[in-house]
């Protein structure tokens, strides 16, 4: 429980870099759609910094079953999340955007922050199987949702800055090669940033959506609520199912890492794809919002879920 009041407290203080992130939009000091250089600057600086420092960590037998363990769960979860969307998709006529929502969670510029702080830097190194996982996804999987006969480039996928630098930490992690100095103060530097910028971003966004359009359609209230509630509960039932937190040591803390990146608010890189392969971008950036808004009462509230049953 006291964790869960941490985190709450850690959600208020991001919701707070988002509310100014939307005044400098709404208010005009800047101009609406001039979040592409911020989110380039976290795409290919930030982000890769990010990683990078998350693997400077010394190697061990239990850490490298830990980072095993995080990336089973993250295949796990978005295969059950895959299946159980396309049974709900079909029930309730849900398009594209909608059915790639329910799958892809923020589980990483808003988790990695969390995680920081809520757990300890070590904990990053966790973050990086589900983001790993999650960026094939987003270029295998989710286009599929979006263009009918979608085939995935590889070549985009082997030359994603998460990929080249989840790639790079793990040969300095498996090397015992460490950063020191200048390059160490300035990579760690740069990675503390993710936090603030990525919020700021998110209410930049939040100032150029309309969001009479997102509350007042029934589909973006099942939407909000199967991705902040009714998946995360799912992958706790598969937790229990395994009952891996009871005989493998740090299994709880590990899936806890994943726990809160899967019950993050939706992706933004669904509204960048959309974008780019004809999807509806804008109504992702609104659903987006909308569960930003309501993730700062349901993520503590299923993080305390998880801690009291698993």
């Not at 995080?70 to 895959?82: E, G, M, S």
Request: aromatic share 8%; proline share 4%; charged share 10%.
């Amino acid at each position: 429980m006291e964790l869960s009041l941490l985190l709450l407290e850690k959600i208020l203080s991001m919701a707070m870099m988002v509310l100014m992130g939307y005044a400098v939009v709404r208010f005009g000091a800047i101009g609406k759609g001039k979040t592409a250089p911020i989110s380039s600057l976290t795409l290919y600086i930030i982000c890769p910094c990010m990683i990078l420092s998350a693997f400077q960590i010394e190697l061990n037998r239990q850490r490298l079953a830990g980072l095993g363990l995080a990336l089973i769960a993250a295949v796990v979860l978005h295969v059950v999340f895959i299946l159980l969307t396309r049974v709900i998709g079909d029930k309730l006529g849900l398009d594209g955007v909608e059915r790639a929502s329910l799958i892809y969670s923020n589980g990483g510029n808003l988790i990695v922050p969390l995680v920081s702080s809520l757990l300890g830097d070590e904990y990053v190194f966790y973050c990086c199987a589900f983001i790993a996982f999650q960026t094939i996804l987003v270029w295998v999987h989710l286009p599929r949702l979006l263009v009918k006969g979608y085939k995935p480039n590889l070549r985009k996928i082997l030359c994603n800055p998460n990929i080249i630098s989840i790639a790079a930490g793990l040969v300095l992690f498996l090397s015992g090669i460490r950063f020191t100095g200048i390059i160490a103060d300035t990579i760690d530097s740069v990675s503390g940033t993710i936090g603030p910028v990525a919020m700021l971003m998110i209410g930049m966004l939040m100032a150029e959506v309309d969001l009479k359009r997102v509350f007042t359609n029934w589909k973006s209230w099942v939407v909000a609520f199967g991705r902040l509630i009714v998946y995360p509960v799912v992958m706790i039932g598969v937790i229990l199912l395994t009952g891996v937190t009871r005989w493998m040591p740090g299994a709880r803390e590990v899936l806890l890492v994943t726990m809160l990146a899967t019950c993050a608010p939706i992706a933004v890189s669904i509204s960048q794809m959309a974008d780019l392969f004809g999807g509806d971008s804008v109504k992702a950036s609104a659903l987006n919002v909308m569960t930003v808004i309501f993730c700062i009462v349901t993520m503590p509230l299923v993080i305390a879920l998880y801690q009291l049953v698993c």
